[in-house]
């Protein structure tokens, strides 16, 4: 089969005939349709993300493909850009009937870190969330379930022509990154922040109401600051870090997860799929990705 392989970090990607994989017990092959793409994906291939490859691989921890008869979405670690892969029975995802395999492939990652980011903030309705980068894949589904469950919500993005997106989707304000502190301190500061982008976080400290949660959840802008303790005591604010893969491996939380989403996905909840790219172009899929002006989920399609 075909599948395309990181030979060495920051290096480009490589298409190879590498062997069919061989299902061990309790995993089935997975005849893969599409592969939705993450920055994590990106940060995987450059040696940066929290969990470390060593070389050779192939990326891709998001797919959405076919067992026998039924379309199935699942979370791997890598080896999601080939034709075939190996995934426990344990990991499969169900997708709701109606969403075509793009739809399917921008909904786990995302949707999934959405719900569980602000159940871990003890968002409760009628609060206020400040959604960070919210024309993208995240951003764009953490609006949905915001208001999904009752929230307020106010959505940034980097350039103006980007906010038409969130708005649709039902964002109560919408600002650019450079107007968004004086709009929120007008509101009277947010609960919640959903931190994306990492090199704004003293600035988003400071848009937090007293008491308020923000939720690291990654450093898209490729800088992390540190956090003074101090402004932290003097609101009594608070600050938890989000990480997605290891929580996959706590089935009462997914299943709740999956609980309130499933229902929802194509209906009041709908996946944002941008650019779709064919296998051919997996690496023009990433550049896309690294692209500032790109909007949803970005997904290569075999």
């Known amino acids: 089969m075909q599948a395309w392989v990181q030979e060495k970090f920051g290096g480009p990607l490589t298409l190879k005939a590498v062997e069919d994989p061989t299902p061990g017990p309790g995993e089935v092959v997975l005849q893969v349709e599409a592969v939705g793409l993450n920055f994590a994906d990106h940060l995987l291939r450059l040696g940066a993300y929290l969990a470390r490859l060593h070389p050779p691989f192939i990326p891709g921890m998001e797919v959405v493909g076919r067992v026998g ?8 670690g890598q080896g999601g850009l080939a034709e075939r892969i190996a995934v426990p029975e344990a990991a499969l995802l169900p997708v709701p009937e109606g969403l075509s395999p793009e739809e399917a492939a921008a909904y786990p990652v995302s949707f999934l870190t959405a719900y569980l980011a602000l159940r871990r903030a003890g968002a409760r309705p009628g609060e206020s969330v400040l959604v960070q980068a919210a024309a993208g894949a995240l951003g764009t589904a953490a609006v949905q379930v915001a208001k999904a469950l009752g929230l307020k919500v106010v959505a940034a993005a980097s350039r103006p022509e980007k906010l038409a997106l969130p708005e649709r989707l039902g964002a109560d304000l919408t600002a650019p990154y450079e107007e968004l502190p004086e709009r929120v301190k007008a509101l009277g500061g947010v609960d919640l922040v959903l931190e ?5 976080i003293e600035e988003s400290l400071t848009l937090l109401k007293p008491k308020g949660r923000l939720v690291y959840i ?3 802008e490729g800088e992390v600051v540190p956090i003074p303790p101090l402004r932290l005591m003097r609101k009594n604010l608070a600050v938890v870090g989000f990480w997605l893969a290891p929580l996959m491996g706590e089935r009462p939380l997914v299943e709740e997860a999956l609980g309130f989403l ?4 194509g209906k009041e909840l709908k996946s944002v799929v941008g650019r779709v790219f064919p296998f051919a ?3 023009a899929a990433f550049q896309a990705l690294l692209d500032r002006s790109h909007t949803g989920k970005i997904v290569v399609r075999l």
């Open 69 to 76: 008869e039924r379309r199935y979405a699942a979370l791997i």
């Open 196 to 200: 994306v982008r990492g090199k704004a």
């Open 218 to 220: 990654g450093a898209a």
């Open 262 to 265: 499933l229902p929802r996905l």
């Open 281 to 283: 172009e997996a690496e």
